[in-house]
């Protein structure tokens, strides 16, 4: 965490600053021996992450070298010095600027550096602006006057394993924790563990950005491998001992908010319920909701945003079921949510539902098995993929009237809306993907995407369509914008349905020849995760 007043620009990433130990201290930080070939930098100042240093008998890696070019510079010379190895490899654990942002600055004379594919994608969001923030805040010192940014050259979704020489350093993603992006650096040969900010020495962390349940199980997953040498993120130096600490002050945490919460104490009640007494000597940081009663709200948020087990209903009742016809498919609303238009394709014809009576209101003879409608913009009519009949079709709802219709090629499926009345519709037998204008009712643009292409999916702006091909195993990256395809990723066997997830960070996939779920960066295009757990025979659709 930063102080605002340095970095007025993103969000508070760093706390203040902490005694160093008694080595003399540098201008940007100390390195502290911690034992055969590690060591922690243990940054100066209030502005900066800790670092860390592991080496093997070739090549030596640093983690999180800290904010400015000089401080990861400094980094990179103090590893150097003390392995006598050159630094070959550096890893960030997380996108936070006073982690990550000096060695992205500092251009192409630097280690090969590694980060979580979610974590490269918030610094191509961010990083330009943060470091336009660093330099007016500090005058473009430390070499933040004219800032080019570089990302990572490699990531790492999984696990990673580095070889130093005689030293394996493996490199891993333990699941939403911290933020959506961590990475731990861990080598099992030296007892080593780098862990960012998901370890904090004798303070309180920021939290609400990932996962606080899932922090907890990640710490007891660190303590258990019973560390020799641990390095915080802020503060310290730190032993194995601080680790354990910290895990006790989350588990502590998370039980007396899980408790208060199930006992049905509102918010309120529960922060002031909290007991901690235990960690009455934690840093706390306000300005960052790095306290007792901010972590406690972000642990708040999630346990009472989290979805239902299976077989819950939480609360949902079935309020009525209507006879809309056989095989219905997609459903659409009215620009005002009052109708909804139900595609019956077995049933060549698009049912209308009063949404507020839950009534079936009338319906359109539609020939040519409808998969989609969707309301026209003058609220009088309709346009529909009729898949057999190898068009959009569009007709008027007053009395079934066919008004006209664009030729798509063979099978045009489901409609993805993009906005301002703007569609996405795949052609399953013409290996092609048109955008519709609704508008206009025209056909604005074609692309050759991948074969057999099942319904796309878009990004919240727009911008980006992910379009998978079936019979080939591929998904199709289209930068609509740029009017583009920018990739082609092989995902498995037979992916049908998919969306982009909340954020636009990734694109899941039903790969249904394989019974799993893919996982598409969208920055990036890579696949950077697999789910096969609890998903169950042939999956259609996300």
């Known amino acids: 965490m930063l102080r605002s007043s340095l970095l007025p620009v993103t969000a508070a990433l760093v706390l203040l600053g902490t005694a160093l130990p008694t080595q003399a201290q540098e201008e940007f930080g100390t ?21 860390a240093v592991i080496a093997g008998e070739d090549a030596a890696l640093i983690v999180d070298p800290g904010l400015t070019p000089a401080r990861a510079e400094a980094l990179i010379n103090a590893a150097r010095e003390a392995s006598g190895k050159p630094v070959l490899w550096a890893v960030i654990t ?21 980060s979580h594919p979610m974590a490269r994608r918030r610094l191509a969001e961010q990083a330009a602006r943060q470091a336009r923030g660093v330099a007016q805040a500090t005058g473009g010192a430390e070499g933040m006057d004219g800032c080019t940014v570089r990302l990572p050259d490699e990531t790492v979704s999984d696990t990673r394993t580095i070889d130093l020489g005689g030293v394996q350093v493996e490199v891993f993603h333990p699941g939403l924790a911290h933020t959506e992006g961590d990475l731990l650096v861990w080598s099992p040969q030296l007892g080593a563990l780098a862990t960012g ?11 609400g ?26 503060f310290g130096p730190s032993e194995p001992v601080d680790l354990i600490r910290f895990r006790d002050y989350m588990a502590s945490l998370t039980t007396q908010v899980s408790d208060g919460i199930e006992s049905g104490a ?73 109708t909804a238009f139900v595609s019956a394709a077995g049933s060549d014809k698009i049912t209308l539902v009063d949404v507020a009576d839950l009534s079936v209101s009338g319906s359109v003879a539609v020939s040519g098995t409808p998969l989609a409608a969707v309301p026209m913009p003058d609220g009088v009519s309709l346009a529909v993929t009729r898949f057999q009949g190898e068009e959009i079709a569009h007709y008027r709802l007053e009395d079934g009237a066919e008004l006209g219709a664009l030729a798509t090629g063979g099978a045009p499926s489901l409609l993805t809306p993009i906005g301002d009345h703007r569609y996405l519709v795949s052609v399953e037998r013409a290996d092609r993907m048109w955008v519709f204008d609704a508008n ?33 195993g591929t998904v199709t990256v289209i930068d609509l914008w740029n009017e583009r395809v920018d990739a082609t990723v092989e995902v498995g066997t037979t992916p049908s349905g998919g969306v982009v997830l909340p954020g636009d960070v990734e694109y899941a996939v039903a790969v ?17 995760g697999s789910l096969s757990e609890g998903i169950g025979d042939s999956p259609f659709s996300v």
């Open 31 to 51: 390195l502290v021996p911690r034992g055969p070939g590690v060591w922690a930098w243990i940054a100066s100042g209030d502005n900066s992450s800790n670092g």
């Open 94 to 114: 997380h996108w936070h600027p006073d982690h990550s942002l000096g060695i992205t600055c500092m251009g192409d004379d630097r280690p090969t550096l590694v």
């Open 197 to 207: 900010d998901l370890f904090m020495h004798e303070a309180s962390p920021q939290a």
């Open 209 to 234: 950005e990932g996962s606080t349940l899932n922090w907890v199980e990640v710490l007891n997953d660190l303590v258990d491998r019973s560390p020799r040498a641990v390095v915080a993120g802020h």
């Open 266 to 338: 509102s918010d309120e009640e529960v922060i002031a319920g909290l007991d901690m007494t235990a960690f009455s000597t934690f840093l706390q940081s306000p300005q960052y909701r790095a306290t007792f009663s901010g972590n406690a709200t972000a642990i708040i948020r999630e346990l009472r945003n989290r979805p239902a087990e299976r077989g819950v209903t939480a609360g949902f009742d079935r309020l009525a079921m209507l006879d809309v016809g056989l095989n219905p498919h997609q459903i659409a609303f009215s620009d005002d949510g009052a």
């Open 440 to 472: 206009t009712f025209t056909l604005e643009k074609s692309y050759d995407v991948g074969d057999r292409p099942f319904p796309a999916a878009a990004t919240s702006d727009g911008r980006l369509a992910f379009v998978p091909g079936y019979d080939d």
């Open 512 to 528: 249904r020849g394989e019974d799993r779920i893919a996982f598409i960066n969208t920055a990036s295009h890579q696949v950077v």
